[in-house]
């Protein structure tokens, strides 16, 4: 096969087509960099949900009698409603484990963090003051709802701590801007696309002569074929270059300089990085070669 | 080399079938001459020997392939067997008169070596010999259409199919290209031509097939244009 005529078209191609190409390289790059942002977007969610899911536990506080927000507690839980209140713990199939906490253990906890007022001759403060509590991890944080219904309309529990009602609309809102990635990505893959088939046709049509006498003298079809192809490996090649460096930008300026300081959770990183990159690679190599594989198959068909 | 056995060939959306039961049998070494009114089924013809298209029924034999069961993939090769010259020369205008000749081995996978040694021989044997660098449009009709036989002709085609080569040219030049044809015949190619050149024909004095309306009404050895010779 002579490879310098195929490397001369494909030069030559790329030459011809020049605005086309950059209008396909530029789609790849913004329709990748987006599916690479909903892809680090998804790995970010997963990422909270374990440090998070892992982390949060429920606490069902019992009444103490002293300073109640439930109107229903009347004085301080006693050892019934206690052994009610375990037992319905015990028999949830979420429940992996359940910490009691005494209210002195509570008032030294709070102690610890060396608070105005608790400390010191005459505190505001007292161990009387604090709740008595069972610390709920759960098999699956996904079913704290289960849990809580089950267990906070029983006599003694004065209110019930979720840190997954503070945590929902934030993984919710993670969601959401993964879901809008994905959906500007896939409405850029048409455009993409469309594209790439506009290009391959243009192509074929400025080459019609060419083609048409490589088919009568007997060029395989492979050979007249491997121009387009070559010319859309290196379009989609410059597409997902652009993309790796706007994704590489994201999580440099982004995650890196900005986001990472902030402890709220582990952020994602080069790892995820690399392994959101490779999909994006592939997808971005489809995305071009197989429309210009059936396309070509149609315009040159011997 | 080339035969067809009841041979139709029906396009779509046309109540009248393009060939209707067509059977002829061309030898190795023959000059054929298919004549025949614009729509008598010459070019339909040609396009089954190419197989550019496929019988609607009926067999078609080309280099010893029946060219209905031949796959997808084997058709390069068939082509390569068989050479083709047109009447508007489809030269490629950004490509110098060497280049141009020197294509059709560079995509059928030929060694430079090889199309360095071939191009001049069979620019030579064209009668183009030190023109090689000029670009077509420098070159008159006839000179053009050398260029395209000269194309057809250096994978040393087994047959060589022309249609209308004459068609755009003066008589002088007319009678240059049957002179280059007829040379290249005598060599053992296979040559069936497609044309209106009544003159030319008489001339020849080769096989004449004569199609109307897809029906083959005349196959003479040593024929003329009409039916009178």
Same mark, same amino acid.
């Given at each position: 096969?002579?490879?310098? &005529?195929?490397?001369?078209?494909?030069?030559?191609?790329?030459?011809?087509?020049?605005?086309?190409?950059?209008?396909?390289?530029?789609?790849?790059?913004?329709?990748?960099?987006?599916?690479?942002?909903?892809?680090?977007?998804?790995?970010?969610?997963?990422?909270?949900?374990?440090?998070?899911?892992?982390?949060?536990?429920?606490?069902? &506080?019992?009444?103490?009698?002293?300073?109640?927000?439930?109107?229903?507690?009347?004085?301080?839980?006693?050892?019934?409603?206690?052994?009610?209140?375990?037992?319905?713990?015990?028999?949830?199939?979420?429940?992996? +484990?359940?910490?009691?906490?005494?209210?002195?253990?509570?008032? +030294?906890?709070?102690?610890?963090?060396?608070?105005?007022?608790?400390?010191?001759?005459?505190?505001?403060? +007292?161990?009387?003051?604090?709740?008595?509590?069972?610390?709920?991890?759960?098999?699956?944080?996904?079913?704290?709802?289960?849990?809580?219904?089950?267990?906070?309309?029983?006599?003694? @529990?004065?209110?019930?701590?979720?840190?997954?009602?503070?945590?929902?609309?934030?993984?919710?809102?993670?969601?959401?801007?993964?879901?809008?990635?994905?959906?500007?990505?896939?409405?850029?893959?048409?455009?993409?696309?469309?594209?790439?088939?506009?290009?391959?046709?243009?192509?074929?049509?400025?080459?019609?002569?060419?083609?048409? @006498?490589?088919?009568?003298?007997?060029?395989?079809?492979? &050979?007249?074929?491997?121009?387009?192809?070559?010319?859309?490996?290196?379009?989609?090649?410059?597409? @997902?270059?652009?993309?790796?460096?706007?994704?590489?930008?994201?999580?440099?300026?982004?995650?890196?300089?900005?986001?990472?300081?902030?402890?709220?959770?582990?952020?994602?990183?080069?790892?995820?990085?690399?392994?959101?990159?490779? @999909?994006?690679?592939?997808?971005?190599?489809?995305?071009?070669?197989?429309?210009?594989?059936?396309?070509?198959? +149609?315009?040159?068909?011997? | 080399?080339?035969?067809?056995?009841?041979?139709?060939?029906?396009?779509?959306?046309?109540?009248?079938?393009?060939?209707?039961?067509?059977?002829?049998?061309?030898?190795?070494?023959?000059?054929?001459?298919?004549?025949?009114?614009?729509?008598? %089924?010459?070019?339909? #013809?040609?396009?089954?020997?190419?197989? !550019?298209?496929?019988?609607?029924?009926?067999?078609?034999?080309?280099?010893?392939? !029946?060219?209905?069961?031949?796959? /997808?993939?084997?058709?390069?090769?068939?082509?390569?067997?068989?050479?083709?010259?047109?009447?508007?020369?489809?030269?490629?205008?950004?490509?110098?008169?060497?280049?141009?000749? #020197?294509? #059709?081995?560079?995509?059928?996978?030929?060694?430079?070596? !090889?199309?360095?040694?071939?191009?001049?021989?069979?620019?030579?044997?064209? %009668?183009?010999? /030190?023109?090689?660098?000029?670009?077509?449009?420098?070159?008159?009709?006839?000179?053009?259409?050398?260029?395209?036989?000269?194309?057809?002709?250096?994978?040393?085609?087994?047959?060589?199919?022309?249609? !209308?080569?004459? /068609?755009?040219?003066?008589?002088?030049?007319?009678? /240059?290209?049957?002179?280059?044809?007829?040379?290249?015949?005598?060599?053992?190619?296979?040559?069936?031509?497609?044309?209106?050149?009544?003159?030319?024909?008489?001339?020849?004095?080769?096989?004449?097939?004569?199609?109307?309306?897809?029906?083959?009404?005349?196959?003479?050895?040593?024929?003329?244009?009409?039916?009178?010779?």
């Amino acid at each position: 096969m002579q490879l310098r &005529y195929v490397f001369t078209e494909l030069r030559q191609g790329l030459r011809r087509n020049l605005s086309m190409h950059v209008a396909v390289a530029l789609t790849l790059l913004v329709s990748l960099t987006l599916a690479g942002v909903g892809l680090l977007l998804r790995e970010q969610a997963q990422l909270t949900e374990e440090v998070w899911g892992d982390e949060l536990q429920i606490t069902f &506080y019992m009444c103490n009698g002293a300073n109640d927000r439930n109107p229903q507690c009347a004085g301080a839980v006693d050892d019934s409603q206690k052994e009610v209140i375990t037992n319905a713990l015990e028999d949830n199939r979420y429940v992996d +484990k359940i910490e009691p906490e005494s209210q002195e253990q509570a008032y +030294k906890r709070l102690q610890a963090l060396d608070v105005e007022g608790v400390s010191g001759p005459d505190p505001v403060v +007292k161990a009387g003051d604090m709740w008595e509590s069972y610390w709920v991890t759960m098999t699956d944080p996904h079913h704290s709802a289960e849990i809580i219904e089950a267990v906070a309309g029983l006599d003694g @529990i004065d209110h019930v701590g979720d840190v997954h009602e503070v945590t929902g609309p934030i993984l919710a809102a993670v969601d959401g801007l993964q879901s809008a990635a994905l959906v500007g990505a896939i409405v850029l893959i048409v455009a993409a696309l469309l594209l790439v088939a506009n290009t391959i046709r243009l192509a074929a049509f400025a080459r019609r002569r060419e083609i048409g @006498i490589m088919r009568l003298v007997g060029a395989s079809t492979l &050979y007249i074929a491997l121009p387009f192809l070559l010319e859309s490996l290196v379009v989609a090649l410059v597409g @997902i270059g652009l993309s790796g460096v706007a994704l590489a930008a994201v999580m440099h300026f982004g995650v890196e300089q900005r986001l990472s300081s902030t402890a709220v959770t582990q952020w994602v990183g080069w790892e995820e990085f690399f392994s959101s990159f490779a @999909i994006v690679a592939l997808l971005g190599i489809l995305l071009t070669l197989v429309p210009t594989l059936l396309l070509t198959r +149609k315009y040159i068909k011997v | 080399m080339i035969r067809f056995e009841k041979v139709s060939k029906a396009y779509p959306g046309q109540a009248r079938p393009a060939l209707n039961s067509l059977s002829i049998d061309i030898q190795k070494g023959e000059f054929v001459f298919l004549v025949g009114q614009s729509g008598s %089924g010459k070019s339909t #013809a040609l396009k089954l020997m190419l197989r !550019e298209q496929r019988p609607s029924s009926g067999r078609v034999y080309v280099a010893g392939k !029946e060219i209905n069961r031949l796959a /997808g993939w084997k058709v390069p090769r068939l082509r390569r067997q068989v050479g083709t010259i047109f009447q508007d020369f489809r030269l490629l205008t950004n490509k110098t008169v060497a280049e141009n000749v #020197a294509f #059709a081995m560079q995509v059928t996978g030929h060694s430079n070596r !090889e199309i360095r040694e071939r191009v001049p021989e069979t620019l030579e044997l064209v %009668g183009l010999d /030190g023109k090689g660098d000029r670009m077509p449009d420098e070159l008159s009709g006839g000179e053009q259409q050398r260029v395209a036989v000269a194309r057809a002709f250096i994978n040393r085609p087994m047959i060589l199919i022309a249609d !209308e080569p004459t /068609g755009n040219l003066d008589p002088g030049n007319t009678v /240059g290209i049957m002179r280059l044809l007829d040379r290249i015949n005598r060599s053992g190619t296979t040559i069936v031509m497609a044309t209106h050149d009544v003159q030319m024909v008489d001339q020849m004095r080769k096989r004449v097939i004569e199609l109307e309306h897809g029906h083959l009404v005349r196959d003479q050895v040593q024929g003329g244009y009409g039916a009178q010779f």
